[in-house]
C-alpha cells in the first residue's frame, strides 16, 4: 500500500481547496493496516462452511451481498466466494491456518492484500456523492447497514460495503485504480467540503 500512501500526499494539495467554509460533508481516508484473503469454499460439500467458521472465529455470510464482523470482516461475493479483511499483519498467519483447517475440503484460500486497497468514505454527503458515479441504488431502504455488494464506481469495480451502524461506507478497489478513484471521489466532492487526511 506505500504507492498509495505515496500518492496521497500529492492529493493533498488537489483537495485542500474543496473544504467547506461550513466544515467538510464528506470524509475520505486511505484505510491502512488491511490484509485480504480470497476464499472460494463448496458449500455443498463437506463440512468446509463450519470448518472456516471455526478457524475465523465468527461464520461466514450465507445471505447474498452481506457481510459479517467480528475479528475480521467477511463480506460475501457470491454462492461460493467470500473476501476476508483483517489487520495486515494477521493476514499471512491466517491464511496459512485457514489453508491446513481445511486442507481436506474442496477449499482454496488466496492472499490478495497486494491487490487492493481500502477507502473509507464517511459524512453526511457520503451517499449523495457515491451516488454520482454509482450503479447501484444507494437509498438505505434497498442498500442499507450490513451489506455489501460488487458494483461499479467511476469506471472502477469495487466491493462496497455500507458501516453496521450506517455510520459510512467502506470501498474496496484494485490497487491499480486507488489513486484513480480517490481523485475522482475528492473531485465529486468537492461541491459538499471534503475533507481528506493525510497520515
Not at 26 to 41: A, H, K, P, S, Y
Not at 60 to 75: I, S
Not at 170 to 192: E, K, M, Q
Request: charged share 25%.
Amino acid at each position: 500500500m506505500s504507492e498509495t500512501i505515496e500518492r496521497r500526499h500529492g492529493l493533498e494539495a488537489f483537495v485542500a481547496a474543496t473544504e467547506s467554509v461550513g466544515g467538510a460533508r464528506v470524509e475520505i481516508d486511505v484505510l491502512t493496516g488491511r490484509g485480504f484473503l480470497n476464499l472460494r469454499l463448496d458449500p455443498r460439500k463437506g463440512n468446509g462452511l463450519e470448518t472456516a467458521a471455526r478457524a475465523l472465529n465468527q461464520p461466514l455470510p450465507l445471505t447474498a451481498n452481506t457481510f459479517t464482523t467480528g475479528e475480521h470482516r467477511v463480506y460475501w461475493c457470491g454462492p461460493d466466494e467470500w473476501l476476508i479483511e483483517t489487520d495486515e499483519e494477521r493476514a499471512t498467519r491466517l491464511g496459512s491456518d485457514l489453508a491446513k483447517a481445511l486442507a481436506d475440503c474442496h477449499a482454496a484460500i488466496n492472499d490478495v492484500s497486494s491487490g487492493h486497497v481500502a477507502l473509507g468514505i464517511a459524512g453526511e454527503d457520503a451517499r449523495t456523492v457515491l451516488a454520482k458515479g454509482c450503479t447501484l441504488d444507494l437509498d438505505p431502504r434497498e442498500f442499507g447497514p450490513g451489506q455489501c455488494a460488487r458494483t461499479g464506481l467511476a469506471k472502477a469495480t469495487v466491493l462496497l460495503a455500507v458501516a453496521d451502524d450506517a455510520a459510512g461506507y467502506t470501498v474496496i478497489v484494485a490497487r491499480s485504480f486507488a489513486d484513480y478513484l480517490c481523485r475522482w471521489l475528492a473531485n465529486a466532492a468537492r461541491p459538499h467540503g471534503v475533507r481528506f487526511p493525510v497520515p
